[in-house]
């Protein structure tokens, strides 16, 4: 069952994840009015908002783009770096959106980022027992199962508390590009479409991790009885 649950999401994540390429691809079709690159848009949300000791840095891939708080760098692809349309305004700010909630201490960013050390680890070790329960999930004892839960547990968690520093970064790009002016109108409105889509991969990791939590969590009750 856990292996036909992976299944299912990988799925559903691979056609959502279709789906915003799709939808990067067809925006940056759509050219910005004032003519602003991702770096531009980037860093004039930054220096809007107070943000002197963030760089913003071009990075190799696509879709790549992500904020590092640890370094306060945020890291754009080379078509949001250099792209003049509505994608690549959406994405930048976005990623900025990530710099204002560090620089405002906001409390959900802080959490996931405590989590971090021990989700990679836990990460790590979800692969070995996943693996592992595929084979032997019939079998599995009380004790290998509160295992399972445990690491489960911390990943899933990592997956939820994501979403709403996800959302909330989409909700400080959207306001700043509307109340700028940078993208109006039906700009906007692609930049809205676009950050829906790229949330709803978060969504569904996040559904994914629940899903497989709670089955485990089924398997464990039930060997207790």
């Known amino acids: 069952m856990l292996m036909i649950i992976s299944i299912v999401f990988m799925i559903i994540g691979g056609i959502l994840s279709a789906r915003?390429?799709?939808k990067f691809n067809q925006y940056s079709e759509v050219p910005l009015t004032n003519g602003m690159s991702g770096a531009q848009v980037a860093d004039a949300m930054l220096k809007h908002y107070g943000i002197?000791?963030?760089e913003i840095i071009q990075v190799e891939g696509q879709l790549t783009d992500h904020y590092n708080p640890q370094n306060r760098t945020v890291n754009l692809s080379y078509e949001v770096y250099h792209g003049r349309n509505v994608a690549a305004a959406a994405?930048?700010?976005?990623e900025c959106g990530h710099a204002v909630q560090h620089a405002t201490a906001y409390n959900m960013l802080q959490f996931?980022?405590?989590?971090?050390?021990?989700?990679n680890v836990a990460a790590n070790i979800q692969q070995y027992l996943f693996m592992f329960s595929l084979a032997m999930m019939s079998s599995m004892?009380?004790?290998?199962?509160?295992?399972?839960?445990?690491?489960y547990g911390i990943t899933t968690t990592f997956s939820l508390i994501t979403l709403p520093v996800e959302f909330d970064a989409s909700r400080r790009a959207l306001a700043w590009l509307?109340?700028?002016n940078?993208?109006?109108g039906e700009q906007y409105?692609?930049?809205?479409?676009?950050?829906?889509w790229a949330a709803m991969t978060y969504v569904a990791a996040a559904l994914a991790a629940l899903v497989q939590l709670l089955y485990l969590l089924l398997r464990y009750m039930g060997s207790r009885d």
């Open 20 to 22: 915003l390429k799709s």
């Open 91 to 94: 994405v930048a700010a976005h």
């Open 189 to 196: 409105n692609g930049a809205k479409d676009a950050l829906f």
């Open 182 to 184: 940078v993208a109006r």
């Open 52 to 54: 002197n000791d963030v």
């Open 112 to 119: 996931r980022s405590a989590m971090v050390p021990i989700v």
């Open 141 to 151: 004892g009380q004790g290998m199962l509160l295992i399972c839960l445990i690491v």
């Open 178 to 180: 509307d109340s700028s």
